[in-house]
C-alpha cells in the first residue's frame, strides 16, 4: 500500500516537474495516449483534451476515487469551465452535481461533475499556465 502511494505520488511530482519545467524538450507521447484506458472515462477530444491515464473507483461504499491525467495544447480560456470528459460507468457518476477543489503545488482548480459523469476543469488561484502543452494530473474523491 505504501510503495503504491509512493509510486502515485512520485509519477504526479515527474508530470509537474515535466509541465513546469521550461528547459525539457518536448516529447511525442501518442502512444502514450493512444494506449490510455478510456473504459471509465472518455475525455473530450473535440475540445482537444487527451487522456494519458484514469482511474476511476469506488473508495468507500459511498464514494468514489478519480485520478486523470490529461494534456491540453493550452488555447482556452482558464477562468471559464472546460468539459473535459466524462465518468462513463453509471454507477461511479455522482447521484448529485458536486464542484470540488484541488491543488497543483499552489494553484488551486476546480473539477465539477455532474449527475450524468460530465466533468468540467476550471481555475480558481495561482498562477495560470503558460506553457504552450498543458498536462494536468486530477485527484479527487467524490460522493455517489
Known amino acids: 500500500m505504501k510503495l503504491n502511494i509512493i509510486f502515485k505520488t512520485s509519477f ?4 509537474l516537474l515535466l509541465t513546469f519545467n521550461k528547459g525539457v524538450i518536448a516529447q511525442d507521447h501518442s502512444k502514450a495516449i493512444a494506449a490510455a484506458d ?4 472518455s475525455p473530450n ?3 482537444g483534451w487527451q487522456l494519458f491515464n484514469s482511474y476511476i473507483s469506488t473508495y468507500q461504499k459511498d464514494s468514489a476515487q478519480l485520478e486523470v491525467i490529461i494534456q491540453h495544447s ?6 471559464q469551465e472546460q468539459y473535459i ?7 461511479l457518476q455522482p447521484r448529485r452535481g458536486q464542484s470540488l477543489l484541488f491543488n497543483l503545488l499552489s494553484d488551486i ?4 461533475i455532474e449527475d450524468n459523469g460530465k466533468c468540467y476543469l476550471s ?6 499556465p503558460v506553457n504552450n502543452l498543458v498536462v ?8 455517489l
Open 12 to 15: 504526479f511530482i515527474g508530470i
Open 38 to 41: 478510456t473504459s471509465y472515462f
Open 45 to 47: 477530444k473535440n475540445d
Open 74 to 79: 493550452n488555447t482556452i480560456n482558464w477562468r
Open 85 to 91: 470528459g466524462r465518468i462513463k460507468h453509471q454507477v
Open 109 to 112: 482548480y476546480k473539477l465539477r
Open 123 to 128: 481555475f480558481v488561484t495561482g498562477s495560470l
Open 136 to 143: 494536468i494530473p486530477v485527484k479527487i474523491f467524490y460522493k
